[in-house]
């Protein structure tokens, strides 16, 4: 008889092993539980908003119009020219944003979503080696006050050289800023958790000393307000869709998933990846098979922190072209991230899935959007927080879902049977 | 692997793939209603106004609606705009820096008569949009549309105020309670971030106590902060232990801070941008940036096709742009009424007050 599998099957009625349930839990919990989770958080803040008197179908339904997701269900006969040419094709969906509403929030998404990938991978980067990345916000910070420094200056430069001049040392400063909790984490084992809150609050205010008045880095032009000079030009990232005048999907976003890509392929495809996991999942079972931890407890925060500073260069040379102290005051970005790393379970695709989540609710929920008959604009910001908050309270709630995965399971199996030949297992 | 461990992992996978498919149709499926784009619009019951069928919008920076001071004055103006001259008005919050430019291109792009960007937070997204939307009306509120970034844009009105004049009245009547009170001749001012809109609120109270207590000394202050309480109460203990007997809060939510700090140690305090009498009877009075009143009256210019865009629009003693609010009953008529003829002064020109330190 031919045989396809090297191990027989275990005769019907018997329990698979516990490695087989194992990896089925794993599985399981890896996209069904952050899936449910997120449907879970939506739902309750579904009831909240009955409670609150107002429609939560149509709530929803006008959030989901503002994030501009809904542009994929509009299909229509339109024309997109090609790049780098006058012709023209047909494509199905309106890239005309000045026509298309929906086109335009989707940009606005998609723009959203750019800095929540970084500091996403920033966060489950570190975390693949058992680190706590909580300095994000830091990171990007300083990758950000770089990038506008460099784009700032220097006016004459070819602006191929001058972009990339801007967003590799936005990410060597962020390398080296997060290095810094790395190697104290290394060297004496200080907890990267302190280490990197100090570190944020420390570029905190170095961001509110350089833009403030007289401050170093502030512009020459109106020294009235606390901000940064302007990006030139030639610095700034190209538009790939929507009106270059307004805020435009820029090249960053490209970026973000070159990045994506990146993350999986370092941590999967590479030794230094390997390293970093097997330190991650025990340092002293590595330890014991050569693998230097302290090197690789640098490593892993010093890549976690590049991630985070390509993120703030991508806002400035993007969108912003500026940063003033207001904006190093206000900014959350990192913080978000350490949500985005949690819900998509550190893996490159759950990261990109999650920023997307939560840059479309960041946007529809905007009250630009929000029709301030069916649901209030002053609620509709509480609205994101919430969901925000129950997104990361149900987290860790996987727990529970795998749980009921293995009770229906208990229930599903049939009792185990007499042993029976192995002619019948056939 | 056993054919029952696949069935079990296919179902997971159909079911969580279903669960999500069916939300996701069924949200869009619902998107297809005419409701479906943005562009609701508050109705109002007009009464007399003669405003009907004109649209102003108005953006809020990152400090949002519930800010109890700019942001929500501003929502204030708009709503008795609504209310009295039958306009329709739809407030759009911002929440982050990259909400700015989306918020005010999309209220130009539905064709709104106005767009009012509320704080110089806004000042580059206004000019971006502005350029860009070149047949739509903005106003800018507390910036001027001849500082840069604005260039030549015939479509922007900026809206100031003349704070330095409340605050030289009530420099005034700071001065003559510390030389009522006695002891050390000295008041002292809380500022926030150091910024020409902050600083003219303070010129005008040094050069009023000044005018009307040729003793005074005024110490001031910056925290570089308009949010965190503490970095203003450390600073006003600091002058309090200095002397001060009136502290003069020109700093937003971290100046709550400061106006504690004076309730703590029985020293007057003075509020800023709002009435803000309602924190305590230790509250002298307010330097009151009518927000409010700029916003009602750039509406109602627009109603009556009086707008005048490349010129800034100044709010001072005269138009009730600024006011001096409610005052402590603590203080002696005497001393209202010498702020009262001050305030005739400054009206009529006899007085100028500083609006730079």
Redesign the interface.
């Given at each position: 008889m031919s045989e396809r599998q090297t191990t027989p099957d275990p005769p019907p009625g018997e329990v698979p092993s516990p490695a087989a349930r194992f990896a089925l839990f794993q599985r399981a919990g890896g996209i069904a539980a952050p899936i449910l989770t997120a449907i879970l958080a939506f739902f309750i803040g579904g009831i909240v908003v009955a409670v609150t008197g107002h429609n939560p179908i149509t709530t929803y339904r006008e959030i989901f119009n503002g994030t501009g997701l809904s542009w994929f269900f509009e299909v229509g006969s339109h024309q997109v020219g090609l790049p780098w040419s006058d012709a023209s094709i047909w494509f199905p969906w309106n890239v005309n944003d000045a026509e298309s509403e929906a086109a335009f929030n989707l940009q606005q998404t998609l723009l959203s979503a750019t800095p929540l990938i970084f500091t996403g991978l920033a966060v489950a980067f570190a975390f693949r080696c058992g680190l706590f990345n909580i300095g994000g916000q830091g990171q990007y910070i300083v990758g950000a006050m770089v990038a506008v420094w460099v784009g700032s200056s220097w006016a004459g430069l070819a602006s191929g050289l001058h972009i990339f001049l801007a967003i590799a040392l936005a990410a060597l400063a962020g390398a080296l800023w997060a290095g810094i909790a790395g190697f104290l984490k290394a060297a004496v084992g200080a907890h990267e958790v302190i280490t990197t809150i100090m570190l944020n609050w420390i570029a905190y205010w170095i961001g509110n000393y350089a833009f403030g008045q007289g401050g170093p880095l502030q512009n020459k032009v109106n020294e009235s307000v606390p901000v940064s000079s302007d990006v030139v030009q030639n610095a700034k990232l190209p538009i790939l869709w929507g009106d270059p005048l307004l805020q435009g999907l820029h090249m960053g976003f490209l970026l973000a998933l070159a990045a994506l890509v990146a993350y999986w392929a370092i941590l999967n495809r590479t030794t230094l990846g390997y390293e970093v996991r097997a330190v991650g999942f025990s340092p002293e079972a590595a330890r014991y098979s050569g693998i230097s931890v302290a090197r690789n407890y640098f490593l892993a925060m010093a890549i976690a922190g590049l991630f985070a500073g390509i993120g703030g260069a991508c806002d400035i040379l993007g969108w912003q072209f500026r940063l003033g102290v207001i904006d190093v005051q206000n900014s959350q970005i990192g913080f978000i991230g350490i949500a985005v790393a949690l819900l998509g379970r550190n893996t490159a695709i759950g990261v990109g899935l999650s920023a997307l989540l939560f840059g479309a609710l960041l946007n529809g929920t905007s009250t630009r959007n929000l029709d301030p008959e069916v649901f209030q604009p002053e609620l509709a910001g509480n609205l994101t927080l919430m969901i925000q908050a129950l997104v990361l309270l149900f987290v860790g709630a996987d727990i529970l879902i795998l749980w009921l995965f293995s009770r229906f399971r208990r229930l599903r199996r049939l009792p185990p049977a007499a042993p029976t030949t192995p002619e019948a297992a056939t | 692997?056993?054919?029952?461990?696949a069935d079990?992992?296919r179902i997971?996978?159909i079911?969580?793939l279903l669960?999500?498919g069916l939300?996701?149709i069924g949200?869009?499926c619902?998107?297809g209603d005419d409701?479906?784009?943005?562009?609701?619009?508050?109705t109002t019951e007009a009464t007399t106004g003669s405003g009907e069928g004109v649209q102003v919008g108005l953006v809020s920076d990152?400090g949002?609606?519930?800010d109890r001071s700019f942001n929500q004055s501003a929502l204030e103006g708009l709503q008795r705009a609504e209310d009295e001259l039958g306009i329709t008005g739809?407030?759009?919050?911002s929440?982050?820096?990259?909400?700015y430019?989306?918020?005010l291109?999309?209220?130009a792009?539905e064709g709104f008569d106005l767009t009012i960007a509320v704080g110089?937070?806004l000042?580059?997204a206004t000019n971006?949009?502005a350029?860009?939307f070149k047949d739509s009306n903005f106003a800018i509120i507390d910036y001027s549309v001849k500082?840069?970034?604005f260039k030549t844009n015939p479509n922007v009105q900026g809206l100031t105020f003349a704070t330095n004049e409340n605050s030289y009245m009530i420099g005034c009547l700071a001065g003559l309670m510390a030389e009522r009170q006695g002891g050390r001749q000295v008041i002292s001012a809380v500022g926030g971030?150091?910024?020409?809109t902050v600083d003219i609120f303070i010129a005008g109270y040094r050069a009023g106590a000044k005018q009307c207590n040729p003793q005074i000394r005024t110490l001031i202050g910056y925290s570089?902060?308009f949010?965190a309480q503490d970095k203003c109460k450390e600073i006003a203990l600091n002058q309090i232990a200095q002397g001060s007997q009136v502290i003069f809060q020109v700093a937003g939510g971290c100046g709550l801070g400061a106006l504690d700090a004076a309730k703590e140690r029985n020293k007057w305090g003075i509020g800023v941008d709002r009435d803000q009498s309602n924190l305590g009877p230790h509250i002298l009075t307010s330097a009151v940036k009518r927000v409010d009143q700029s916003v009602f009256l750039t509406a109602e210019a627009v109603v009556n096709g009086e707008f005048k865009g490349g010129t800034d629009a100044v709010f001072d003693l005269e138009n009730e742009g600024v006011a001096v609010g409610k005052i402590s009953d603590q203080v002696p008529q005497e001393f209202i009424d010498r702020m009262n003829e001050v305030k005739d002064q400054l009206i009529s020109g006899e007085l100028t007050a500083p609006a730079t330190l």
């Open positions: - | 692997m056993s054919d029952k461990g079990v992992r997971h996978w079911a969580a669960a999500c939300l996701a949200l869009a619902g998107g409701e479906g784009s943005a562009g609701g619009e508050t990152v949002r609606f519930n739809r407030p759009v919050e929440r982050q820096t990259s909400d430019v989306p918020n291109s999309s209220l792009r110089f937070l000042a580059e971006t949009a350029t860009r500082a840069p970034p971030i150091k910024l020409p570089q902060d949010v």
